[in-house]
């Protein structure tokens, strides 16, 4: 079992930045893949980003590619989420996931999520 716990969400003028952490505990956390996903009201959650076990392979989704930063401290069993030049869009609740499967980073092959945190961005 592995419990997740984001934060560092809040509220933010477009062109800001803000950094998530994601905390974990339980078994070892550099066994898993780490992924932060979003989800905005009234819409489906969907991938941002996320890092391999050993911290050498990273994914972005399209949309955030190049403003936002994901990174993972395996001795501190925590991932990280930097966004910056945030925009109205970002706008969602963050939510950081966890696998054990080699299978990707979808919705279905996370194991573990947290509870999430809310990004506002204000236009």
């Known amino acids: 079992q592995v419990q997740l716990v984001e934060s560092g969400g809040g509220l933010v003028q477009a062109g800001g930045s803000l950094r998530l952490s994601c905390a974990a505990s339980g078994r070892t956390f550099s066994s898993y893949g780490m992924a932060w996903f979003r989800q905005a009201p009234g819409k489906e959650r969907e991938f941002v980003a996320a890092?391999?076990?050993?911290?050498?392979?990273?994914y972005y989704a399209d949309s955030v590619k190049g403003r936002f930063t994901i990174s993972r401290d395996n001795a501190k069993n925590t991932m990280y989420l930097q966004m910056n030049s945030l925009k109205p869009e970002d706008t969602a609740v963050y939510y950081c996931?966890?696998?054990?499967?080699?299978?990707?980073?979808?919705?279905?092959?996370?194991?573990?999520w947290g509870k999430g945190t809310l990004v506002t961005v204000s236009s």
């Open positions: 996931a966890a696998t054990s499967r080699r299978m990707g980073y979808s919705v279905q092959n996370m194991d573990y």
């Open positions: 890092i391999n076990r050993s911290t050498s392979s990273t």
